[in-house]
């Protein structure tokens, strides 16, 4: 996964999450301190993961930095990602995250906004998979999401 992720910060991101994970299935949520990365404070967001009685799964923005909510135009917090306008190019994440507490893998994607988005450069965001008391459980999801306004980069 580590190749995969083209941003450095994120790829910081990354391997702060392996360390913290020390081998177990997932890292606590209590022994992330996001103060340890202080140059991606503003790119963070915490998402919980709520589950109803009928299996549903649901993700409420607990906390989102300044990059984050100048990305969107307005904060989200304390919303579901699910309600309309809350997502910045959320093609896929909603499923994405439900395969992550599935499968407890990190989730890393990248692409260019869309002319229409009235916003322009990359997006690169990097999701990884915390627990909360239980170790086998996803229950929050941190996201690493920059909106990089230079210009997108060649790829071969």
Do not use: C
């Amino acid at each position: 996964m580590r190749d995969t992720i083209h941003y450095p910060l994120l790829r910081e991101f990354y391997d702060h999450w392996e360390a913290l994970r020390a081998g177990r299935p997932l890292p606590r949520r209590a022994d992330f301190d996001p103060f340890k990365l202080p140059r991606l404070l503003p790119f963070l967001i915490v998402n919980q993961v709520e589950r109803s009685p009928n299996g549903k799964l649901r993700f409420r923005i607990r906390l989102e930095g300044e990059g984050v909510v100048q990305a969107r135009g307005k904060t989200a917090k304390g919303r579901y990602i699910d309600e309309p306008g809350v997502i910045v190019l959320g093609s896929g994440v909603i499923e994405a995250y439900r395969r992550m507490v599935a499968d407890r893998r990190p989730w890393y994607t990248e692409g260019t906004f869309r002319p229409d988005a009235f916003r322009s450069g990359m997006l690169h965001r990097l999701a990884l998979p915390f627990a909360g008391d239980d170790l086998e459980r996803v229950d929050f999801i941190i996201v690493g999401f920059i909106h990089d306004l230079g210009p997108p980069p060649n790829r071969p």
